[in-house]
């Protein structure tokens, strides 16, 4: 029970974390740089620790384990990127290695969610754990092309940030899935409840 509850902490941790990284990426000019900044950096920083205790709940050599690992170190790259006084290139190039590498443990995620049997839970973690992987192609797609040319990047990492935050929270909502059903499967096989 207590490894359902961090689960579902995790979970949620995650998507709050992602959506509040979606808002710094989107373009506006009511915050400051350093507000864009901070919203980044505690956005990612929420990820990873959402990430690390989903990886503690999964089982040891999981593929769940491994990929939510992976996508936690795809975070903690990101938030050196911000918090720390890079060099522009550099920390670009932190950022798209971190986007990769959330990408890859979203890759691996998804190829044990696959695995699952058919069910409403498991049909939210196969799309979530997509749209994550999509998300945070077109964020690092965005990162590169940053390099290249200076044209509509920070509308496509926006995009690419949006649809990781809607991936993180159908993942979420199937982690809550979960848990309800287990709830609900506990509660009906009390041996407390006698029948009449």
Do not use: C, H, R
Request: charged residues 15%; without cysteine; aromatic residues 8%.
């Amino acid at each position: 029970m207590l490894t359902d509850v961090k689960a579902l902490f995790g979970a949620w941790t995650q998507a709050i974390g992602t959506v509040i990284a979606a808002v710094a990426d989107t373009p506006s000019e009511a915050l400051t740089p350093e507000q864009i900044n901070d919203l980044g950096l505690y956005g990612n920083a929420l990820q990873a620790t959402g990430n690390g205790l989903l990886a503690d709940t999964n089982a040891f050599g999981s593929l769940n384990q491994i990929g939510n690992a992976i996508q936690a170190t795809g975070n903690t790259i990101i938030v050196g990127a911000l918090a720390l006084p890079w060099e522009e290139n550099v920390e670009q190039n932190l950022i798209i290695k971190g986007n990769l590498f959330q990408a890859a443990g979203g890759s691996v995620s998804f190829n044990e969610d696959l695995k699952e049997d058919v069910s409403t839970a498991a049909l939210y973690a196969v799309i979530g754990d997509f749209l994550q992987v999509v998300g945070n192609g077109i964020q690092a797609y965005a990162a590169i092309a940053d390099f290249i040319v200076d044209d509509d990047e920070e509308f496509i990492n926006a995009v690419g940030s949006w649809i990781q935050a809607t991936g993180a929270v159908l993942s979420a909502l199937s982690v809550l899935k979960s848990y309800t059903s287990s709830i609900t499967e506990e509660s009906d096989a009390d041996p407390l409840v006698s029948e009449d």
